[in-house]
């Protein structure tokens, strides 16, 4: 399922949304791809004997990073996905319930390197990310101000812990 990414391309992350209808995964690509159960009958691989035992589908993909998507992340009620990236920048798209986004905002500079992780909040209303200066947090209903920057023990985290895993 996830080898839609380019051939050379290996995924990074993958989150199912909280309802389980969508699975989004990011790759060394830079490309976010959005897919979606079908109801079409089960299929084999070429050459292969064994049968799919559900059948999910890429039904959109989602353009920004620069490199490698290395988080995605949610909102509760399945509306909005937040992703990082290699570049720096965390970027967080519309979604629909069929599976097609656009880009609604992008926070860049604000990580010294590149952003580890992105997680929204139970409720809904932050959004947290993750780089070697820290962990800072977003509030969504006052216009994405940062809200807190927390350096504390992240300042001598390695840069490569990433490629380690």
């Not at 990310?129 to 216009?143: E, I």
Request: aromatic share 10%.
């Amino acid at each position: 399922m996830l080898s839609e990414h380019q051939s050379d391309a290996g995924v990074q992350t993958a989150r199912f949304n909280h309802s389980g209808s969508i699975l989004a995964s990011g790759g060394s690509d830079n490309i976010i791809l959005l897919y979606k159960l079908s109801t079409a009958p089960a299929s084999t691989t070429l050459g292969s004997t064994w049968v799919n035992k559900e059948n999910w589908r890429a039904v959109g993909n989602l353009r920004g990073p620069s490199l490698d998507v290395t988080g995605l992340s949610w909102s509760k009620e399945d509306k909005q996905l937040a992703t990082c990236s290699m570049d720096g920048s965390i970027y967080v798209y519309s979604v629909t319930g069929e599976g097609q986004g656009s880009l609604i905002h992008t926070i860049r500079n604000q990580h010294y390197g590149w952003v580890k992780g992105v997680a929204f909040d139970p409720v809904g209303r932050y959004l947290a990310s993750h780089g070697r200066n820290g962990v800072k947090v977003w509030d969504l209903q006052k216009d994405w101000a940062l809200v807190q920057h927390m350096k504390q023990p992240f300042e001598k985290a390695p840069e490569s812990a990433f490629r380690l895993r």
